[in-house]
């Protein structure tokens, strides 16, 4: 099955400031790679994703960058303001598998005004 | 639409009780997943289903059944409780799976404490 780490496991940024998450994974046929948010108290929402023929995507101030032959895609958001303060997983996917998502451990960010 | 709800959104059991955890979407899914989540580990697939009367375990069923008998409704199943089960439940679906790249719907959670 998929092995999934995410680094750093806390993360406190100044508002305005860059955040940069990275999930590593071990299933080289994984080739779907989502983030979810979780705000307190929430179930996850997907914010991003990407496919494997793809090595970034963005869209306003977040970004997903992929890295297939490493094994690792990140999540960067850039302008950080304090709603985006919350919980932050990656789980990467073969789409070719029934296997429901295999979720890394989490990321808590922290935006400080 | 509703998207997806689940039912209670808090419970409180003694050990060795059991109780049903509802879920439910209303976005014609095929597909519906219960997870677990615990402090530092994510969330943890418990079971899964690919559509009515199709179920399957995910990497940590012991202690859960379920069963999916129409599109809509996914219950999870406690049979005797226990302390380890102590945790927040959450409900999830999409639409299809296999072959596709598909976003996944999750419920509000359930927060089961057993003492």
């Known amino acids: 099955g998929e092995n999934v780490e995410q680094h750093p496991s806390t993360l406190s940024v100044q508002e305005g400031d860059s955040a940069v998450i990275k999930c590593t994974y071990s299933?080289?046929?994984?080739?779907?790679f989502p983030w979810y948010k979780q705000e307190l108290g929430k179930g996850p929402q997907l914010i991003i994703d990407?496919?494997?023929?793809?090595g970034e995507k963005k869209d306003q101030r977040i970004a997903v960058t992929l890295n297939k032959t490493a094994k690792h895609f990140s999540l960067h958001i850039t302008e950080t303001q304090p709603e985006d303060s919350a919980v932050y997983f990656c789980?990467?996917?073969?789409?070719?598998?029934?296997?429901?998502?295999?979720f890394g451990s989490g990321t808590q960010l922290t935006v400080l005004p | 639409n509703a998207g997806v709800t689940q039912t209670p959104k808090f419970q409180v059991l003694k050990t060795g009780q059991s109780m049903t955890l509802q879920c439910a979407q209303d976005m014609n899914h095929e597909y519906m997943s219960w997870y677990r989540q615990d402090p530092g580990m994510g969330l943890r697939l418990i079971h899964y289903?690919?559509?009515?009367?199709?179920?399957d375990q995910g990497e940590v069923p012991n202690g859960y059944n379920v069963s999916r008998s129409t599109t809509e409704d996914f219950p999870l199943r406690l049979l005797s409780a226990a302390p380890s089960q102590t945790s927040v439940y959450f409900c999830?679906?999409?639409?299809?799976?296999?072959?596709?790249?598909?976003?996944?719907?999750f419920g509000p959670g359930t927060r089961l404490t057993v003492l």
């Open positions: 789980a990467p996917k073969n789409s070719g598998s029934a296997r429901q998502l295999t």
């Open positions: 299933d080289s046929a994984s080739n779907y």
């Open positions: 289903s690919v559509g009515a009367g199709i179920t």
């Open positions: 990407i496919r494997s023929n793809v």
């Open positions: 999830a679906s999409n639409p299809t799976d296999v072959g596709s790249y598909n976003e996944q719907f």
